[in-house]
């Protein structure tokens, strides 16, 4: 027997009916009833029209829904006029259309929950999920379902203008603009409006300074003051201690004393009456050590089921646990999310302690800041970053202040999308590493800094020579420069082969008679000069003179046009690529390629031993090379950059294009111009012929652990799985070796897994690590990128810090260490709000903070956000 999904035609008609009788009926469904909830796809489409009408304050009846649906292409699907007249002619009455409605909606939510039941049988046949992960996914549905139930999923702007008026109504008759959840603190309530819902405040500080007694004294309040619920993870002390502790800033008794149980008859009263209100507050402690994300989110949300939670507090958060047990940099992250994730869930704000690393304790001044948030990293200042707008490749320092910057992030499909920066903030001085990659790429960040290796997130002072880090396979650039096609020949030549250092007549230099011309005609065609060209033996020298007589204030047109782009004057050591060359599209970065490529670069066939095509571009500027390497990305082209060292001479550095499939790519898309055009031909017949041998663009070999794993959920012994790949048996002898990306293709039809085939079609070049040298103390900057929590800087793949997630974060710390009991509150980081400190006195004998008098006038250090 077919089984039809839970349904009421005739409510559903009735409904209808009763909108088309009565022009007002639809004010008493509006409010709940969505065009969703309706099974009929033609009463979805005609209740829709209905509301849009209602909006639009169009009198609703069997005329204007027709034309409504005529404008919306409607009419015919839903049945004509015809079938309006007779909605409404089925219905007598519009007096029970609430009820009708509540029917539909009833039907909508039954169905919704067989959906859901649906694909939950189906995630339970999905053997990569836990047990765990999988209650809770089936928790959240239903919680979700449940909240969809009891209220709607949109709410109207006028509704819910409304609701702002009358709650700003009723802060005005109290007279105290707060809008939040109330700490306690007067002053700390002022600058934030008091906790906001759906926001995770982090509190951190260093051990003892008080962050745990802090976070007390704020539910106390919220709890026995203001009767309103509160719930506390405890993952370091047990409920024991905390009810002590409660107690002692409860009853203001001495803590020692209560500790050891010296007290006097007014301590026991003073503890009885303690008892007694803290009894009656909804207080609910939960001590069950190294919990799980997943755990909290659930026992949370039971709490708000059956008390209604106004505050959710975590100490401390590096104590939790997420799925990622064998990577602490990515399970922090985890971690932070996840509680951002309860916040915005329950719509309450959530509390998360967090311990300060060490870095505070070695600065002179031991105020903190965001950097010292365990787990995050910094970079140095001039680590570029290449945004996607524009192409200009920008130091990180330079973008302090600025916001929504578009730069590359690495999604979870492992693929790179263009994201916002959402900010970016120096994080004072720390020690610095500089890491080399394999391919040349440098990197100078703090050795907390995490990069991504395949099983994960990994802190720059973990990484060992010979680990392979993420770093982009092309970047993607959507820049829109209009540089013409002659000025980019021009100055690609003239940085190849070209003088022009100040005090020498600007000329360029070549062997062929061919390029000699070609920059000829590029610099003749977007400029107003008198070019000459001048035999010496085998060369060529073509000198750019003015086409008219130089005076002050009237220069060489392309010396002024090369002063203004930033590179008159460099010497061949200080050569770099212009910004100007950057902004442009990758047609024309390809073009500018090509004839570089023609000065100093080298496509040539060997007839020896070894690589038969070799194709490289040389310069001693490093800068120079660095650049020609980042354009080379652009094009999905992976390059090396080598050093070559000569005594007597300047280094010379060497961007070479290895392996067929990045020169096939290279002569393809880029070539040569000149004689090295025709070598460019001969070169791609003969990689046509070669068979490719991926030595480096590899998958790290530690991937073969979690392959591994999927081999043995899949029941397959080894010897079964080897011969599946039609491999000689060989036991875990390949789990030594790194895997092609191809031969990890056709594992994947032996072990159908989704994350493998993202890695095996992933956007990451898994470049590997060469040297890592501490380089000294120095100003580090970071950013927050939102969506990904990661972004691409000097063309490697990195990690934001973990304050991304939170919309508040403060600090606890001493100014003076002598003054054990004087402790600032500094506001380091508020999302919607000014930012600023307070000073506390801090009684441990009581475990409770009091603010200091401040003079009448001053707000609280307050300041704008910066």
Known sequence: MIRVPPHSTEAEVSVLGALLLDKDAVIAVAEFLEPGHFYDDRHKEIYESIVGLFEQRVPIDVLTVSEELKKRKSLKKVGGSSYLAELSNRVPTAAHVEHYGKIVKDQATKRSLMSAASKLVELSMDESLAAEELLDKAESEVFSLTQRHLSQSF????????????????????DSGLRGIPTGFEQLDSLLAGFQRSNLIILAARPGVGKTSMALNIAQNLAVVHKRPVGIFSL???KEELVDRLLVAQADIDAWRLKTGKLDENDFTALANAMGELAEAPMYIDDTPAQSILEMRTKARRLQVDHGIDLLIVDYLQLARSRNLENRVQEVGEIS??????ARELKIPVLALSQLSRAVEQRELKRPQLADLRESGCLLGETLLTLVGSGKRVPISSLVGKKNMRVSALNEQMKLVPVKISKVFSSGKKVVYRMTLKSGKVICASGNHPFLKVNGWSRLDTLQIGDRIATPRKLEISSKGKLSENKLILIGHLIGDGCYVKRQPLHYTNQEKELINIVYKAALADFEIKPRIVAQESWYHLYLSAGYRLARGR??????????????????????????????????????????????????????????????????????AEGVSNLLLRLGILSTLIKSTKKGYKDIWNVVVQGKTDQQKFLVSVGCVGKKAQIAKLATSLLDAIHANPNNDVVPKEIWEYIDKLRKTSGLSQRG???????????????HNDISRARLAQIIKVLSDQSLKNLSQSDIYWDEVKEIKKIGIREVYDATVPEYANFVANDIIVHN?????????????????????????????????????????????????????????KTDGAQSKS
Not at 803 to 810: A, L, N, P, T
Not at 832 to 843: A, C, D, T
């Open 155 to 174: 709410t109207p702007v006028k509704a819910a203008l409304a609701d702002s008026f009358d709650r700003l109504d009723e802060l005005h008759k109290q």
């Open 236 to 238: 370091e002390m047990s």
């Open 337 to 342: 999310q996840g509680l951002k994730n309860i």
């Open 555 to 624: 220069r060489n047109p392309i010396v002024a046009w090369l002063d203004e782009i930033g590179i008159y004057g460099q010497h061949s050591f200080e050569k770099i690529i212009p910004e100007i060359v950057f902004e442009q599209p990758v047609d024309k970065v390809a073009l500018f390629l090509r004839h570089l490529w023609a000065t100093d670069g080298c496509i040539h066939i060997s007839k020896n031993k070894g690589p038969k095509v070799r194709i490289y571009y040389a310069t001693n500027s490093f800068l120079l």
């Open 721 to 735: 799985f080897h011969a599946r790949m039609g491999w000689a048996y060989s036991g875990t002898q390949r789990y």
């Open 801 to 857: 810090s973990i304050e991304q997630d939170s919309d508040v974060v403060m600090f606890l710390w001493r100014e003076d260490e002598d003054s054990q009991d004087k402790i600032i509150l500094n506001i380091a980081k508020h999302r919607n709000g000014p930012l600023g400190q307070i000073k506390f006195f801090f009684r441990g004998d009581r475990i409770r903070f009091f603010p200091m008098e401040e003079k009448r006038g």
